[in-house]
C-alpha cells in the first residue's frame, strides 16, 4: 500500500536569532513552497520575505543562504546563495534528482544583515512517489455537486471544501494572481522593477499610505476569507470565490468579530442562496472593492463609482449604461487563468506578464476608429476632421484624452490632511476614530501628461528627497514616465495629501491607519504606533509634507459626439482653449528660425493648420523635425567651404528651397536625403 506522508509545506518552525550589535533589530521571515509535496525530478520553489519587527523589509543583505537535508537529515547542499529580488524578497528553485529518497525534507534559510542581525528558519516538505500526491494538495473528501455545474444541491456548510473538490485547478490559479497575493512582478515601475511590488508589502500612496499594521481594515477588500495571503494558515480555503461569483454576498460581506471576512447575515437560507447561486463576475462583484478603494465611493479612482453597476446615462459612462453597450467589467479586463489585464499608472504589479498590462481601444475598435484612410506612411493635400482625428489616435493621443472629458462624475477626493477628520475636527482623539479630512470635488477637468506606460511609483523605505518636486513643493508617489518624443498624451487625476515624514531620513511614515480608523482616531499615537511598525522609537521626530500622484483616467468614456476639436484647439495654433497646456506638454517648444519658417528655406506666411498641412500630412514630416531646440549644425550656411564641400567642391546654393527640394524631397525629384546627411554635428 503506498503511503501519503502529512503535508508539512507551509509549516515554519521559527527559530528567532540576533546577534548584539549598534542597532540590533528581530528579522522574520515569510516562506513558502509552490507545493506541499514533490516528487522525485520535479522541482521545489521557495519564496521568502524578510522584514524586521517593525514591518520594514530588510535590504541591507549581507548573507542570505539555503542548507537543504534530505530525508535521513545528510545534508545535500551547502550554503547555496539565495535570488536576492530586492526589497526583503528572496526565491530559490531547488531540483530534485530522480532518485531523490521518498519522506521529510528539510530547507534550512538564514538571512543576515549588515548590522549582524540573522534569522534562521527551517521549512520541511514530503517527497512521495507520483501516484501518491506529488505535485499538490488532495482536498478535503467531499460529495461534490452534480457534473452538470448544478449548484442547487449546495448548503453554506460545504463551503468553500466543495468548491475546493470541483474547481482545484481555478483555486490554484487563483491563488497565483494579483487580486489574491496582492504583491507580484512589476516591469511596468522604473522604481526597483527587479523587486516584488505590491499593496501588502511596500506600495506607498497619497491615500492610506501603506497597509502596515492594518490588515483588519484595509484587507477588507482581499478576495480572501480573512488571513493574509501570505498567512502560513492561509491555504486554499482561505480564497474567497463568492467574493466575485456572487454579487449579494459582495454587497453583504464584512469583517466579523472573529477576524474572518463573510456575510452578515445568519439566516440559513440566505446563506444557502449564496452558494446555490454562482454567476460571472457581474460589476456589482467588481465596484464593491474597486468602486470604495481609499476609504468610500469614488473616493480614490475618480472615474469609477456605485453609480456604475445600475447607470442607464451614456454620458455618464457610455461603456457601463445599462441602456446601451452594458459590458461587464471583463469585457476589457479579460481573464486567462484568473489573471487579468489593465490597471491604472499608480498600481504595481502585472498580473499577466505574458499578455501585458495595456486594454487596448482597438481589440473592439479600428485602427481608424473615426472612419479615415490614415496609414502612417499617409501623405495627403487638405485631409479631412475623420482623417487628422486617426492621426491623432494613432500617434500621438490616446483614446481617452478626447473621449473622457471629464471625470469625478461621482465628487473624488482631491486632497487629504490626515491633521484632521473629516468633520473638520483636530484629529487629537477626543472625537473618536474616523476619516482624514478630504477635499472633493465633482466634474474635474483631467491633467494632460506624455506616458510611455511606465511610471515611476514611491515604495516603503524610500528616500523621498531624492524624487522631491521643488516646483511643486511636493513629495510625489506616483508618476507617469513620458516626453514629446516617447509616449501618448492621456488624462490624469491629479491628487495631493498631507501626511507624516520622518525628518531624519526622509522616508515617508505610514502611520497606523487601524489606530487612525478604528481605535482612537488620535493622529499621535497613530504616528507612534507606525514609528514602531517601521523599526523606529516612537519618539523619533517627524515632519509634515505634501504628498501628490497623478492616477490614469480610464472610465467614463462619453459618446463620440460629445468631443469636438475647439476643446482643445482655439484655431491659432498658438494656444488652447485652456484644456491642455501645449507649453508643458512641448509643442510650443519652437526655436525662432521654426517660428519664422527659416530654418529650412527662405520667410513663408501661412496658418498653423496650412503648415501642418504642407508638412506633417503631404510631406510626411515628424512633429519633432520641427517642435525642438535648434541643432548647431542646421545654420551652418550652404557655400562652397561649408555644408556643399562635404560631398563636392565648387558649388553654391543662395535658395535654400530649392537646394532643399534637389536633395531632400522626392515629390520634387530630389535624392531622398535624410537630414543628418548633410547637417552633421
Known sequence: MKKTLVILGSLLLSLTMFAGTALARDINLNISTDQSNYSPGETVNLSIYAYYDGGSAVTSIDKAEIDVYNQRGSKVLDDGDLNRLGNGNFSYAYNLSSSAGLGEWQFKITIEDRDDNRERKYVSFDVVEASSGGGGTTPPPVDPPPATGDHSTLTWSDYPSACVACHLNEFNEMAGSTHYKWVGESPDMTNQPEALQGKLTNAVNSYCINILGDWKVCGKCHVGRGLRPDDTQAGLENIDCLMCHNAAYAMERNRLADGSMGPVSTDAAVLDGFVQNIAKPTRANCLKCHANAGGGDAVKRGDLAMANIANTNANFDVHMNTTGTDLSCQSCHTFNGHKVIGKGSDLRP????????????????????????????????NPSDAFIRDRHASEGVACQTCHIPTFGKVATEMHRDWTHHHDGSVADGSTGPGHPHADKQADVVPEYLWWDRTSENALLGDDASLTYDAEKGTYPTSRPNGSFKNGKIYPFKYKTAYQPMVSADDRLLALDTLVYLAQTGDVTQAIESGLANQGYPTDEPVKWVTTDTYQLINHGVEPG????????????????????????????????????????HGSENMGWKGVHNKHAEEMGKNCVACHTTEPTGWIEPPTRDGLCNNCHSGETESDSQKLHEKHAEAEHGGMNTTCTDCHTF
Open 350 to 381: 502585472t498580473d499577466d506578464l505574458a499578455r501585458g498590462a495595456e486594454v487596448k481601444c482597438t481589440t473592439c475598435h479600428t485602427n481608424n476608429p473615426h472612419g479615415s484612410s490614415y496609414t502612417a506612411s499617409s501623405k495627403i493635400s
Open 561 to 600: 459626439s460629445n468631443v469636438g476639436c475647439t476643446d482643445c484647439h482655439d484655431g491659432s495654433g498658438e494656444t488652447s482653449n485652456g484644456r491642455l497646456d501645449f507649453n508643458a506638454l512641448g509643442y510650443h517648444t519652437w526655436p525662432a528660425k521654426v517660428k519664422n519658417c527659416t530654418l529650412c
